[in-house]
T-cell receptor
């Protein structure tokens, strides 16, 4: 099945630091990738849709200047949490689909802890 | 009202029992439906897609009721390893490829 790799798995850093998370589709080309955030005991909340070669589409309430998304190629999207603060601590997960209307395949997730 | 709603549980059932989950969706234009399984502190993994005619994969059966706008998941002969959170997901616009997830139902299978 489709494989999506996410890196790093775990990040602990000081408040004010910017953190970059990578999401790669390993065995298929993904024109669209998705970034989610999940707080403890809550469901996945879509943050943005990452489109290869164009600007990301952000969900309502998600600050695009805070969460920078770059989709540089058909197999790589990055999410940068700029000037992270403790309230940004969460589980960030990317996903990709290899065809329209098909299921999304998730990366391993990145657990971000801001001290 | 949330676009996709699930009973959060928790469901605690003995090993070998049959468990059923429902998930309702509000947008009648929804096109594709899925069940995901998420283990604690891990990413969701696709369990199965849900087809209009219903589909089965081993001990798991998924059904779709478009008239009532709900999908269901049935787990027969439950195993200890089935303990997880089960998330339903709905794609209301295949062109946009966006999924909306329910909050998940936590299941614990007891020995």
């Amino acid at each position: 099945g489709a494989v999506v790799s996410q890196h790093p798995s775990w990040v602990i850093c000081k408040s004010g630091t910017s953190v970059k998370i990578e999401c790669r589709s390993l065995d298929f080309q993904a024109t669209t990738m998705f970034w989610y955030r999940q707080f403890p005991k809550q469901s996945l909340m879509l943050m943005a849709t990452s489109n290869e070669g164009s600007k990301a589409t952000y969900e309502q309430g998600v600050e695009k200047d805070k969460f920078l998304i770059n989709h540089a190629s058909l197999t790589l999207s990055t999410l940068t949490v700029t000037s992270a603060h403790p309230e940004d601590s969460s589980f960030y997960i990317c996903s990709a689909t290899d065809r329209g209307g098909g299921p999304q395949h998730f990366g391993d997730g990145t657990r971000l802890s801001i001290l | 009202r949330k676009e996709v709603e699930q009973d959060p549980g928790p469901f605690n059932v003995p090993e070998g029992a049959t468990v059923a989950f429902n998930c309702t969706y509000s947008n009648s234009a929804s096109q594709s439906f899925f069940w995901y399984r998420q283990d604690c502190r891990k990413e969701p993994k696709l369990l199965m897609s849900v087809y209009s005619s219903g589909n089965e994969d081993g001990r798991f059966t998924a059904q779709l009721n478009r008239a009532s706008q709900y999908i269901s998941l049935l787990i027969r002969d439950s195993k200890l390893s089935d303990s997880a959170t089960y998330l339903c997901a709905v794609n209301r616009d295949p062109a946009a490829q966006k999924l909306v997830f329910g909050q998940g139902t936590r299941l614990t299978i007891n020995p």
